[in-house]
Nanobody
Framework: VQLQASGGGLVRQGGSLRLSCAAS????????MGWYRQAPGKQRELVAT???????NYADSVKGRFTISRDNAKKTVYLQMNSLKPEDTAVYYC???????????WGKGTQVTVSS
């Protein structure tokens, strides 16, 4: 199973970016998918998750600004990020919980940099 993330980049404060992450490989079923981020010198933290049925969960710091969605047919998860702040600067990683045993897979990460 491979997760390929894209959509990161440099944006000014208040701007928007949309991240995408597509899963490929021998996949029978994907359970929850999500986005995490890691800023320099900090631990990786949850940004948002979404279940197969569409239930979502967000970190308090991004509620109202970020929206997670998924296309089950395309095995892809998205993260729409609006009203970006410098503190959103981090490497963003996508995650997928796969199969009946719920094995976690991670993408390589995509850099998001927000300038003030």
């Amino acid at each position: 199973v491979q997760l390929q993330a894209s959509g990161g980049g440099l944006v000014r404060q208040g701007g928007s970016l949309r991240l995408s992450c597509a899963a490929s490989g021998s996949i029978f079923s994907i359970n929850a998918m999500g986005w995490y981020r890691q800023a320099p010198g900090k631990q990786r933290e949850l940004v948002a998750t979404i279940t197969t049925g569409g239930s979502t969960n967000y970190a308090d710091s991004v509620k109202g600004r970020f929206t997670i969605s998924r296309d089950n047919a395309k095995k892809t998860v998205y993260l729409q990020m609006n009203s970006l702040k410098p503190e959103d600067t981090a490497v963003y990683y996508c995650n997928a919980e796969v199969g009946v045993n719920g094995v976690d897979y991670w993408g390589k990460g995509t850099q998001v940099t927000v300038s003030s």
